[in-house]
DNA sequence: GTAGGGTTAG
């Protein structure tokens, strides 16, 4: 033991700076082993105080009236009522009706009717019972309030939430003279906090020092710190806590805990280091705070060691501080560890379920988490909003619909169904378990005009999601129209959407309107605007704004470099890959994709290869099947089918239908049909409800004009009941958007694209160009080029978004009607972007398409 | 009058 602690106060105030090193040393010898026993400490016995607090005591309007009715006697007799008992009697009295009781005898008695001592007795109790209207009443009945009566009238009034108010109060009493002492600016502070108002947070600062001995007064100072901690000023908080002398532990929990709020880890741990040293004994609340430091950074390690102190320290471990634990085990990646706590700890609460349940969720175990949810219910413990948002997020994760239902209907019984954040959840839920109706129902019965923009945001992006990005652009608009303020999450949401269906215009006015009402281009709005530039073609663009970025993340690096693959600039992709590698960026398995990507739409396989080895063997990253995929996608391209179907057949990842699909897709290519039947078998076998193959193979037989086994599939394909997606395409004129499509019906301009399109047709039989036969009539893809071509001027670029792939005969075609046009037509579907060019009419995919 | 554990759209 001694040893061991001689050890601890070694690794103590190193704790956070070994993180890069200890990262996957899940074990730390140092602290595992016989020796001692970690989890001996958390199942200690706990007191009955630690965990069910005693209320207190508190009076019926009966028992108050008896109470009355006796001072009454005893006034009658003796002539004399000390009003400390009416003050007792206050303190004690729980509900509003006996309140107005004690009030009444009072104002009914001669002696105490005016009394301003026990008047500011009657605000203070009906603020505490949440009466903040009955409060200001019994205030106005004041004669003359004094400072005690006004500042009890504010915290009454921050106590319910009324934070406004509060600032408004004050400027009540400066303009009647009455000055506000220590306690007033402290109940001001607290509502500054709450407000997390900068300026008003520095003039109340100033005043406090002015009016207050402030080095001196360390309840004010802490208070100082925690509202500086809340309106984000980490510089300010410091410099109070610095001035002040005579330090408690409660200042420098509230230090902790504004490094660890505006994310200071290293900080908060070095705070926490200086605790003891200076004369201080850490308390529960102290470990609290460390433990949500090491949650924060997330390293085993650390976590171990933090656990070990408070052990060591021999503090009783009450709910918050085993809850803490959980909380900080699971976001170090310890599920196994969280669990033990959370098995072993008694009295667990609400917060400690939701933190359970959150850990599973996060790393994907959400049938554990759905479990756990039962579990809890069983235990008695009510569920709270936290709870549903946790559990609908695993229902999202898990695509699991019906649970999701069943949830629904518990967050009506317990009366959730009105909280914003319960109903964003349900609408992201029903919208990634693809049952966007449902998305759109709770957003119409529960979001109302004045309701928040998360709600308004969750639902734009769940139209994103279910390839509905107009109706999204649509309802950013409606939003706008009812004077709901869009924030910097909304607006990347909304230019999602506009990426989705190449809305390249109405996406640049956006980032112009970020711009205009001054939002910072932060990293996640830039690799937005990447992201939309490279999906409409314009990689220029999207250059422009990465280079822009001074600060560049995974992600953002993995758009540039999705861009330029898309377009086929491998070579760029090259480049950006070695400057990644220069900034010092580390790749992952989504930098390697969109290198093969890049390789893939080029057809260049030996630099592929070379890729996938240096993903595996350099950077150690272990490929998915999308990696695979992609290889036997550029295997199969390249004609080598034979080979493709053994290495599949021989491996593992046989299992994956997503590998079979690209074999199919390759033996389309080739028109190789026994093998794309092959194939298509083991991918529905698979994947039985998967509408692709069908597709696939009816654009093979069509390739090669087998038109009964088109019309037979078509038929199997209904019969068993496959929901292909409808195949639409977007193109952009003059900032709008229009679609074409079976959905979209008839375009109002229809006979005119349909005599463009009979008129390129003659003009490409004349040139001897012979179309292959179209099954489908015109395309969505020509609607969408026709049309462009007749609404814009003529040489003006032409972009169009399609939600499925090409057919050979329109990526044919669209290459002549390009050069007869004299235009660059460009078509992205899915991930890649064919660049057609008008000059020899060719496409930049080479026709590996 | 001051300090602790949870989630919330990208």
């Known amino acids: 033991m001694h040893g061991l602690k001689k050890r601890f106060r070694f690794s103590g105030p190193s704790l956070l700076r070994q993180q890069q090193q200890q990262r996957h040393f899940h074990e730390d010898k140092a602290f595992t082993g016989g020796e001692f026993n970690l989890w001996a400490a958390v199942v200690e016995e706990p007191q009955a105080h630690d965990y069910a607090p005693l209320a207190p005591p508190t009076l019926s309007d009966e028992d108050v009236k008896q109470k009355l009715a006796s001072l009454e006697e005893q006034n009658q007799k003796s002539g004399f009522v000390d009003p400390a008992a009416y003050v007792s009697l206050l303190k004690q009295s729980g509900d509003v009706t006996a309140l107005k009781t004690i009030q009444a005898h009072i104002s009914h008695s001669k002696r105490f009717a005016g009394d301003r001592l026990l008047l500011n007795c009657v605000v203070e109790a009906y603020g505490k019972c949440g009466c903040v209207k009955d409060a200001r009443l019994v205030f106005s009945s004041i004669r003359h309030p004094n400072v005690y009566s006004w500042t009890i009238l504010l915290a009454a009034y921050a106590q319910n939430g009324h934070h406004k108010t509060v600032l408004e109060l004050l400027r009540q009493m400066d303009l009647l003279g009455v000055w506000p002492n220590a306690v007033t600016l402290a109940t001001v502070i607290g509502a500054v906090s709450e407000l997390g108002n ?63 709020q505006l994310g200071y880890t290293v900080d908060a741990v070095s705070t926490f280091n200086r605790i ?182 969750a639902m734009l992006t769940a139209l994103t999601r279910n390839g509905e990005g107009r ?227 009816s654009n093979m037989f069509a390739a090669i004009g087998m038109l009964d086994a088109v019309k037979s599939l078509a038929k199997l394909a209904g019969e068993r009941a496959m929901k292909k997606e409808q195949s639409r395409s977007y193109i952009e004129v003059n900032g709008v958007v229009h679609e074409f499509g079976v959905r979209a019906g008839l375009h109002r301009l229809g006979e005119k694209i349909g005599a463009q399109l009979r008129e390129w047709s003659e003009e490409m039989e004349e040139a001897g160009f012979v179309p292959l036969h179209d099954v489908r009539g015109y395309h969505d893809e020509k609607l969408a080029i026709a049309f462009g071509a007749i609404s814009s001027p003529p040489g003006v670029p032409l972009f169009v978004v399609k939600n499925l792939r090409m057919c050979v005969c329109c990526h044919g075609e669209i290459k002549h009607i390009c050069k007869m046009t004299g235009r660059d037509i460009s078509v992205r579907e899915g991930n890649r972007v064919h660049h057609f060019r008008p000059m020899d009419a060719s496409c930049s995919c080479g026709d590996y398409w």
Not at 286 to 314: P, Q
């Open 471 to 697: 109706s999204a652009l649509a309802l950013f608009r409606k939003m706008d129209l009812e004077g709901v303020r869009a924030n910097v999450v909304t607006f990347v949401s909304t230019i999602d959407a506009c990426s989705s269906i190449g809305a390249l215009v109405e996406g640049h006015a956006i980032f112009e309107r970020v711009i205009v009402t001054g939002h910072l281009i932060d990293v996640v709005l830039g690799t937005s605007l990447i992201n939309l530039y490279g999906k409409c073609g314009r990689l220029d663009y999207a250059l422009e704004v990465f280079h822009y970025l001074s600060f560049k993340n995974i992600v953002t690096w993995n758009t540039i470099l999705a861009a330029s693959s898309q377009n086929g600039e491998e070579t760029l992709s090259d480049e950006l890959l070695q400057e990644m590698d220069l900034d010092g960026a580390q790749p992952n398995e989504m930098t390697l994709l969109n290198m093969l990507f890049g390789c893939s739409h080029n057809g260049l396989v030996a630099k592929a290869v070379s890729y996938f080895r240096s993903m595996v063997y350099g950077h150690c990253l272990v490929p998915t099947s999308e990696h695979y995929g992609c290889l036997v996608d550029l295997l199969g391209r390249s004609g080598q089918l034979e080979e493709v179907e053994a290495f599949i057949s021989s491996k593992p990842f046989s299992l994956d239908s997503v590998l079979w699909m690209s074999l199919l897709g390759s033996c389309v290519i080739h028109s190789d049909v026994e093998r794309g039947l092959r194939a298509a078998r083991r991918v529905l076998g698979l994947d039985p409800k998967n509408a692709s193959p069908y597709v696939l193979l």
């Open 276 to 457: 003891q040293p200076s004369g201080l004994q850490p308390n529960q609340v102290t470990y609290a705070l460390l433990f949500r430091a090491c949650a924060t950074n997330g390293v085993y390690s650390d976590a171990r060691v933090a656990h070990m102190c408070f052990i060591l320290s021999k503090l009783r471990p009450d709910v918050v501080v085993n809850t803490a634990l959980v909380s900080m085990y699971s976001r170090c990646g310890s599920l196994e560890d969280a669990r033990r706590v959370f098995d072993r700890m008694p009295g667990k609460n609400v917060v400690t379920w939701n933190v359970m349940i959150a850990g599973y969720a996060q790393e994907g175990y959400t049938d554990e988490a759905l479990q756990l949810y039962v579990s809890m219910e069983a235990a008695g413990v009510e569920p709270d909003e936290i709870t549903f948002v946790n559990v609908l997020e695993s229902c999202s994760l898990a695509e699991h619909l019906a649970a999701g239902r069943d949830i629904h209907k518990h967050v009506v019984d317990a009366g959730y169904d009105s909280s914003l954040t319960v109903l964003s959840a349900l609408i992201t839920m029903y919208s990634a378990c693809g049952s966007l109706g449902d998305a759109v129902d709770v957003f119409h019965k529960g979001v109302t005009t004045h309701s928040s923009v998360i709600s308004w945001t």
């Open 198 to 260: 900068w300026d008003e947070a520095r003039k109340i600062h100033a005043r406090a020092a002015a009016t207050c001995q402030l080095t001196y007064d360390v309840v004010l100072v802490t208070a100082l710190i925690d509202m500086y901690a809340k309106c984000g000023d980490i510089f300010h908080a410091e410099v109070v806590f610095d001035q002040a002398r005579n330090k408690d532990l409660a200042c420098c929990n509230a230090m902790i805990s504004a490094y660890i």
